[in-house]
């Protein structure tokens, strides 16, 4: 079984600063998928970024970008001038990839402040 | 530009009634999921759909039925609600590849927090 684990279950940040936020997953497998979502305090849930383990570059929209450690099993986001919008949950999760994997395995979370 | 609806949003039980949380999307996804977020848990996933009339058990099915008769919808039924069921639920769609495999970027509705007393 997948196991994603987010050690930080809060941090904060000042506008314009520069946050990591931190991801590591157990696995077998060798080809998965990784994702950051985001679920501001009006609850719905959208993808942040997303990483396919078969791909050594870093994934990167716009101010976030991750780093993606496959050997050690870590999977970072970075955001960049953090804004006040950034304000929200944010999880990552693990998928197998291949035809008839459907369970996404989400971490605990990390809720971001980010302060004016 | 409606995306994945969930209904309702809020919803009171009392243990042993049952309920029905509603989920559509208009998006022709083929993979419709549902999921239970609990504080501390993250979301765990309930049943999932890749296709009308075909369904299956997630993490943490017991409790939970599901169908889907069209592409559009996919309701949860809670048939004797327990207080362990208290959570906010998310209904989630995505585009299935080749009709067996998804990218992993889910389509999520606002979610219907749900209190069993």
């Known amino acids: 079984a997948q196991t994603v684990t987010q050690s930080q279950p809060e941090m904060s940040v000042q506008e314009a600063e520069t946050v990591t936020l931190s991801c590591t997953y157990d696995t077998s497998e060798n080809n998965y998928y990784l994702f950051w979502y985001k679920q501001p305090p009006s609850r719905q849930m959208i993808l942040v970024i997303r990483q396919e383990a078969y791909k050594q570059q870093n994934a990167t929209e716009n101010r976030f970008s991750v780093n993606f450690q496959k050997a050690a099993k870590s999977f970072s986001l970075k955001i960049s001038d953090s804004q006040l919008g950034d304000t929200a949950m944010y999880f990552c999760a693990f998928r197998v990839a291949g035809a008839g994997s459907y369970q996404l395995t989400f971490g605990k979370g990390t809720k971001l402040s980010v302060i004016p | 530009n409606a995306g994945v609806t969930q209904t309702p949003k809020f919803q009171v039980l009392k243990t042993g009634q049952s309920m029905t949380l509603q989920c559509a999307q208009d998006m022709n996804h083929e993979y419709m999921s549902w999921y239970r977020q609990d504080p501390g848990m993250g979301l765990r996933l309930i049943h999932y759909?890749?296709?009308?009339?075909?369904?299956d058990q997630g993490e943490v099915p017991n409790g939970y039925n599901v169908s889907r008769s069209t592409t559009e919808d996919f309701p949860l039924r809670l048939l004797s609600a327990a207080p362990s069921q208290t959570s906010v639920y998310f209904c989630a769609s995505s585009y299935l590849t080749s009709g067996v495999a998804y990218t992993g970027e889910l389509f999520f509705g606002e979610g219907s927090r749900l209190t069993v007393l």
């Open positions: 759909s890749v296709g009308a009339g075909i369904t």
